[in-house]
């Protein structure tokens, strides 16, 4: 299984990006996908998960209202809008899937805002 991630960039605040992550390989289910992020000298928080139909989701509180995570099931892929970019958002976000078989990650994308 493989997750390919892209969308990062650098961005100035209160700007806009969304980022998508597709899964490929010997998948036969996956349950929830979401994001995780690492900024330099913190460590990995959980940014937002969603259930295997998209019914339910959940995000960290610093992003709510802010960052939305949506999936296409149908393509394995998972997205994460973030509007309302802060200084605080820059990390390397990560996607991750939950598969019948264990949690498989993403490389990881670089999200730089700063002006």
């Known amino acids: 299984v493989q997750l390919q991630a892209s969308g990062g960039g650098l961005v100035q605040p209160g700007g806009s990006l969304r980022l998508s992550c597709a899964a490929s390989?010997?998948?036969?289910?996956?349950?929830?996908m979401g994001w995780y992020r690492q900024a330099p000298g913190k460590q990995r928080e959980l940014v937002g998960s969603?259930?295997?139909?998209?019914?339910?989701?959940a995000y960290a509180d610093s992003v709510k209202g802010r960052f939305t995570i949506s999936r296409n099931s149908a393509k394995n892929t998972v997205y994460l809008q973030m509007n309302s970019l802060k200084t605080g958002d820059t990390a390397v976000y990560y996607c991750?899937?939950?598969?019948?078989?264990?949690?498989?990650w993403g490389q990881g994308t670089q999200v730089t805002v700063s002006s």
């Open positions: 991750y899937i939950v598969g019948p078989t264990g949690i498989y």
């Open positions: 969603i259930s295997n139909n998209g019914d339910t989701t």
């Open positions: 390989g010997s998948i036969f289910s996956i349950n929830v």
